[in-house]
């Protein structure tokens, strides 16, 4: 019995050993190698787009002055929004600084971080409508982003408030395409993004809601890695409290429109 007990707390230890191993282990590693490796969209402009061959925007900014305070470099892989979850989790990337919205079922997969931004659900919509309210979308055709926050509000509205079709795209300038040439009615994101974007629409005089449900964006690792999402935090108090984040949004967003 003696030798089964002291047989079961080895083996206690060794798990409790190997969980704490692998809560620090992104962090340590990053730090042994000097890299960070981070996931990016790569499409949602102004956080992120791809100018002149580079990724560019409000989260590369956040990204490389992360990097720069934690004496790392920042390594970018840009990976379709709908595959950044599954990045993460596989272990291809460090973590995530790509305009994640918390929503339940994302933070029952992945880690969030305290907000570096504020933000919520809107819709843009064609000239001649007037969608004050999520109800106005009822009957209309709906362009989305695959897996974004503005999708599952869309596909979780009641029947009576559902739109006449939901079309997804891969990206969010596809939807706004769509949405400027008249394919669809209105496009549902998040509301900085959709000012930021139909301000810079010569095209079409598109209208821009307000915002129907707040959120809060935020950086995202694995749920085990503990070490790095502490020290992830840290860095967003101290741009909090330097001013930075708000020279971002400055440089960013004040031209939204």
């Known amino acids: 019995m003696l030798t089964r007990r002291a047989t079961l707390t ?91 919205a918390w929503t339940q079922d994302r933070a029952d997969r992945i880690a969030f971080s305290t907000p570096y931004y504020k933000t919520g659900i809107a819709a843009a919509y064609r000239p001649g409508l007037a969608l004050d309210k999520p109800e106005d979308l009822a009957g209309r055709v709906v362009g989305v982003q695959v897996g974004t926050s503005g999708e599952r509000f869309v596909r979780d509205l009641p029947a009576a408030q559902a739109p006449k079709e939901i079309r997804t795209y891969n990206e969010f300038p596809l939807a706004l395409q769509d949405l400027v040439v008249g394919r669809t009615e209105a496009v549902v994101n998040t509301q900085p993004v959709l000012r930021w974007n139909v301000a810079r629409n010569a095209r079409v005089r598109l209208g821009v809601s307000p915002v129907w449900d707040a959120r809060d964006i935020g950086i995202n690792t694995r749920k085990t ?19 930075f984040l708000q020279s971002l949004d400055t440089k960013w967003f004040a031209q939204a429109g």
């Open 10 to 100: 080895a083996a206690a230890l060794l798990a409790a050993t190997a969980v704490h191993a692998q809560a620090t282990d992104a962090l340590a590693k990053a730090r042994a190698a000097g890299v960070l490796v981070v996931g990016n969209g790569g499409a949602f402009p102004p956080f992120e787009f791809i100018e002149n061959g580079q990724l560019v925007g409000f989260d590369r900014d956040l990204g490389e002055e992360m990097g720069k305070r934690m004496g790392l470099r920042i390594q970018w892989q840009v990976i379709a929004f709908n595959g950044l979850i599954a990045a993460l989790t596989s272990g291809r990337v460090d973590c995530l600084i790509t305009a994640m």
């Open 225 to 243: 890695d503990t070490a790095l999402m502490a020290e992830i935090n840290r860095q967003i108090a101290a741009m909090q409290a330097d001013g």
